[in-house]
Structures are given as C-alpha cells and as structure tokens.
C-alpha cells in the first residue's frame, strides 16, 4: 500500500478563497480536491488581524499524513511566514 491510497489517512489541502468572490477560485479547489489519488480536508485559511493567512489553532497537523498548499495562498510570501503561527506542530516540525 502507498499513501496514495485512499484508505490511509488524509491530506491537509490548505487554500484561500472568499467564498462570494470569483467562482473560478472556489471550483478550481473542488475540482483538484475531487480528482486527487487520496483523501483530503480543504481548509480555506483566514485572514488575521495582521492581514496574514493562518490556519486555525484548532488544527493539528499530526491528524494528516500530508499538507498540499494551494497557490492561493502564497500570493504573498509573508502569509507563508505565518501560515503557522498558531499551532503547536509547525509545518517546518511536519513529518
């Protein structure tokens, strides 16, 4: 078995999208999270008060056994920056 398989765990895919801004962002999400070889969670980060993209404290990446980062959310190189600042498992300690 390979973690490709469906059966074994899941991905993490963190995107950003405003769910009543443009279409095409939110159908080209879907479209990737339904053709994908395994299973995945969308999380569509927030904007913080800095105005950075975040994933929420609530999420612990040991849950996943990949993270697949959208596009959307490196338009600015400070959101990666601190697209973990909150969780205790960083993406850098990501195994």
Do not use: W
């Not at 569509?44 to 980062?69: A, C, D, M, Q, R």
């Amino acid at each position: 078995m390979t973690i490709f398989n469906k059966k074994i765990g899941k991905f993490l895919f963190v995107c950003h999208y405003a769910p009543a801004g443009l279409s095409a962002i939110a159908d080209n999400i879907n479209t990737i999270a339904e053709n994908l070889q395994f299973r995945c969670e969308v999380l569509n980060v927030e904007v913080g008060e800095s105005g950075n993209l975040f994933i929420p404290s609530k999420i612990n990446l040991t849950h996943y056994i990949g993270i697949i980062i959208h596009p959307t959310v490196t338009y600015s190189p400070t959101n990666l920056d601190h697209l973990d600042d909150l969780l205790i498992v960083k993406i850098s300690q990501f195994k």
